[in-house]
C-alpha cells in the first residue's frame, strides 16, 4: 500500500537490495514506520528471531514504549522479560542476546546503561543496570544540571535574608489581604514568605487547600516588588485557567519557549534564555522530563521559579 510506495519513492531500484539486507532500515527511513512494520517485512523474508538487527531495534522499542508509560529507564530484568514477550525469544535467547548488542546500542549513542549503584534500589544481582535511551538520559541529567545552576545563582535585587526585606513583606502582606478581605492560614503565609526568598519552590497540595489563593498572592507580591513576572502552564486549558484566576496573561510552555516547528525545537534555549526574573508554571505535575528540560534551560540563572502541582 502507502509503505510500499513511500519505500519505493525513498530507495527507487535499490528498494529489494536495501530492504533484504536490513529491513530494520525503513524505521529511521520512512516516516510513518515503526518497529512492528518493520519487523513484519523482516520475518516475511526469513529474518532469524535473534538477529542482532532485531534484537537491537526491539530494545529501542521497548524503551519507547516504557518512555510513553512514564518510565526514563528500564531495568535489566524487565528489560529481558519484555525482549522475551515483544520479540517472541526464549528466556535463554532474551538473555543470551542482550549484552552484546546492549553494546552496540551504547556505542551508537542510542542507550546509556548506568549500574543500579546509582539508584535507591539496590539489587542484589551486581550485574543489574538501568536502561535509558539516550535522549531520555540526557534530558534527566540537563534536568538536574539546571536546577544546581539556577540554585546556586545569586539573586538579582536583592538579599532575602535581610530583615528590611522581610519587615517590608510583612507589611505587604498585611495591606493586601486587609485590602482583599483574603485570609491566609498559617501555611499559606509560609509558602508566600517562602517564594519571594527562594530560588526554586514547589507549591503542592490537592484541590481545595488554597493552593490558588496562595499562588495569587505570590504573583502580587513579586509584582509589587517590580519583577518580571511570567506564567505558564503545559496545557492550552490550564493556561487559560491560570490567566483567568490571576488575572495575568499565561502561555503555554511551548508558546513561551517559542516552539518552532519548521525548525523542530523551541527557539528560546540554553544559548537564547527568557528575559523574565519570576518564572511560574502551574499544573507542573504534567510536566514530561523532555519538556522540563527545554523549560528549566531556558531560565536565566538569576530567575526565581515557582513550580506549582498536584501532590501526585
Not at 539508584?119 to 543496570?129: G, L, M, R, T, V
Request: aromatic content about 6%; some cysteine.
Amino acid at each position: 500500500g502507502s509503505t510500499a510506495q513511500k519505500v519505493m519513492k525513498r530507495f527507487g531500484d535499490e528498494t529489494i537490495e536495501t530492504v533484504s539486507k536490513n529491513p530494520y532500515q525503513l524505521i529511521k527511513a520512512i516516516r510513518g514506520v515503526g518497529f512492528l512494520t518493520a519487523d513484519k517485512i523482516a520475518q516475511s523474508i526469513g529474518l532469524e528471531l535473534d538477529h542482532p538487527q532485531r534484537i537491537q531495534e526491539g530494545i529501542l522499542y521497548i524503551l519507547n514504549l516504557a518512555e510513553e508509560q512514564g518510565h526514563c529507564y528500564t531495568d535489566s530484568k524487565k528489560l529481558i522479560e519484555q525482549i522475551e514477550s515483544v520479540l517472541n525469544l526464549t528466556q535463554n535467547q532474551a538473555q543470551t542476546s542482550l549484552g552484546t548488542n546492549l553494546i552496540s546500542l551504547e556505542q551508537e549513542l542510542r542507550v546509556v546503561s548506568l549500574s543500579e549503584k546509582v539508584s535507591e534500589n539496590f539489587s542484589e544481582d551486581s550485574n543489574a543496570k538501568l536502561h535509558y535511551l539516550e535522549s531520555l538520559y540526557l534530558c534527566e541529567l540537563g534536568v538536574a544540571n539546571n536546577i544546581t545552576r539556577i540554585l546556586k545563582a545569586d539573586f538579582q535585587t536583592m538579599d532575602p535574608m535581610s530583615p528590611r526585606f522581610q519587615e517590608r513583606v510583612e507589611t505587604w502582606i498585611n495591606q493586601y489581604t486587609k485590602k482583599t478581605s483574603i485570609s491566609l492560614n498559617e501555611e499559606q503565609l509560609l509558602a508566600v514568605k517562602k517564594a519571594v526568598k527562594s530560588k526554586i519552590l514547589i507549591l503542592t497540595g490537592g484541590p481545595g487547600v488554597g493552593k490558588t489563593t496562595t499562588a495569587n498572592t505570590i504573583i502580587r507580591l513579586f509584582k509589587a516588588m517590580g519583577k518580571h513576572v511570567v506564567l505558564a502552564a503545559p496545557t492550552g486549558r490550564a493556561a487559560q485557567r491560570l490567566s483567568e484566576v490571576s488575572g495575568e496573561p499565561a502561555k503555554t510552555i511551548h508558546r513561551l519557549l517559542e516552539w518552532s516547528a519548521m525548525e523542530f525545537s523551541f527557539k528560546k534555549n540554553s544559548d537564547n534564555k527568557l528575559s523574565a526574573q519570576v518564572v511560574i508554571i502551574d499544573e507542573s505535575s504534567m510536566l514530561d522530563v523532555r519538556l522540563a528540560h527545554s523549560l528549566l534551560e531556558a531560565i536565566p540563572e538569576h530567575a526565581q521559579v515557582i513550580l506549582i502541582g498536584d501532590v501526585d
